[in-house]
T-cell receptor, first 114, second 112 residues
Framework: DGGITQSPKYLFRKEGQNVTLSCEQNLNHDAMYWYRQDPGQGLRLIYYSQIVNDFQKGDIAEGYSVSREKKESFPLTVTSAQKNPTAFYLC?????????????FGPGTRLLVL | QKEVEQNSGPLSVPEGAIASLNCTYSDRGSQSFFWYRQYSGKSPELIMFIYSNGDKEDGRFTAQLNKASQYVSLLIRDSQPSDSATYLCAVNAGYNTDKLIFGTGTRLQVFP
């Protein structure tokens, strides 16, 4: 099956702890994205990557970091600098940056602070 | 700041009726428009996309785009209780980019 997987489904973070959310896709897509969704809110872009070894900040990158060492993987680290990390985190991918490509979403990771 | 606006709802319609969901956007350079459905606690799933002015139909769903007026709408015919969800409008953030700007969504309730 082709698709996007995210793990874990639920993640608990202690104060001062860094945590990493996994995102893997086997769709052979070039572009990958991380969004954050808060209750009753739209999706806000954290980071995106158009190609391996390259990524750009989105609208709310502070307190987050990413890497793109492989085409199929785009992990997101929520650092201790992110003071309000509780949210639903969504990873997406698209075939490429052409202005017309559809983004497809993974199932999401719900992050909670202990 | 580029924006996508949606009425948060809830929009309540009886089963079998037509549900009409609307979205306006601020960037005239946008060229791609998407409707996603999101059930509570789940991730968004693509319903339709539209690039050209006019209507695009897919089963019970019709997307309508009017670039001059900067709005895009989604019509759901013969609404079913299973259509009850939040519908997110997304617009690409300017010319030749797949970066999307999302509206906050409209919650649709279809009652039997």
């Amino acid at each position: 099956d082709g698709g996007i997987t995210q793990s874990p489904k639920y993640l608990f973070r202690k104060e001062g702890q860094n945590v990493t959310l996994s995102c893997e896709q086997n769709l052979n897509h070039d572009a990958m994205y991380w969004y954050r969704q808060d209750p009753g809110q739209g999706l806000r872009l954290i980071y995106y990557s158009q190609i391996v070894n390259d990524f750009q900040k989105g609208d709310i990158a502070e307190g987050y970091s990413v890497s793109r060492e492989k085409k199929e993987s785009f992990p997101l680290t929520v650092t201790s600098a992110q003071k309000n990390p509780t949210a639903f985190y969504l990873c997406a991918s698209s075939a490429g940056l052409a202005g017309v490509e559809t983004q497809y979403f993974g199932p999401g990771t719900r992050l909670l602070v202990l | 700041q580029k924006e996508v606006e949606q009425n948060s709802g809830p929009l309540s319609v009886p089963e079998g009726a037509i549900a009409s969901l609307n979205c306006t956007y601020s960037d005239r350079g946008s060229q791609s428009f998407f409707w996603y459905r999101q059930y509570s606690g789940k991730s968004p799933e693509l319903i339709m996309f539209i690039y050209s002015n006019g209507d695009k139909e897919d089963g019970r769903f019709t997307a309508q785009l009017n670039k001059a007026s900067q709005y895009v709408s989604l019509l759901i015919r013969d609404s079913q209780p299973s259509d009850s969800a939040t519908y997110l409008c997304a617009v690409n953030a300017g010319y030749n980019t797949d970066k999307l700007i999302f509206g906050t969504g409209t919650r649709l309730q279809v009652f039997p």
